[in-house]
């Protein structure tokens, strides 16, 4: 069975840039679809983005589009998630999400990982 935890997260001003990590146990990473989600307090959890089996195709929800960025190691069973020009609106705990199957979005998540805290200071 496979288990996500994510690592990277903390306290950063805006404008800044923070890296978030997630590995993956067990051997069916080259299979999963690889999601990050966040959740603000008092809202609903909500999709970030995802890449593919391959790492060759990403989607973006469009509030970060240009300023984060995912990609995976399936060597190291990682996948990262790369964000600049953080925003206040940008605090939230992010997740690391995996689904068996192909498409990048924001449906049928599966797997989840602990959550891990980014807040980002005015």
């Known amino acids: 069975q496979v288990q996500l935890v994510e690592s990277g997260g903390g306290l950063v001003q805006a404008g800044g840039s923070l890296s978030l990590s997630c590995v993956a146990s067990?051997?069916?990473?080259?299979?999963?679809?690889m999601g990050w989600f966040r959740q603000a307090p008092g809202r609903e959890r909500e999709f970030v983005g995802a890449?593919?089996?391959?790492?060759?195709?990403?989607r973006y929800a469009d509030t970060v589009k240009g300023r984060f960025t995912i990609s995976r190691d399936n060597a190291r069973s990682t996948v990262s998630l790369r964000m600049n020009s953080l925003k206040p609106e940008d605090t939230a705990v992010y997740y690391c999400?995996?689904?068996?199957?192909?498409?990048?979005?924001?449906?049928?998540?599966?797997?989840w990982g602990q959550g891990t805290q980014v807040t980002v200071s005015s």
């Open positions: 890449v593919d089996v391959s790492g060759r195709n990403t």
């Open positions: 999400a995996a689904k068996p199957g192909y498409g990048t979005n924001d449906a049928s998540y599966s797997i």
């Open positions: 067990g051997r069916a990473f080259g299979i999963l679809v």
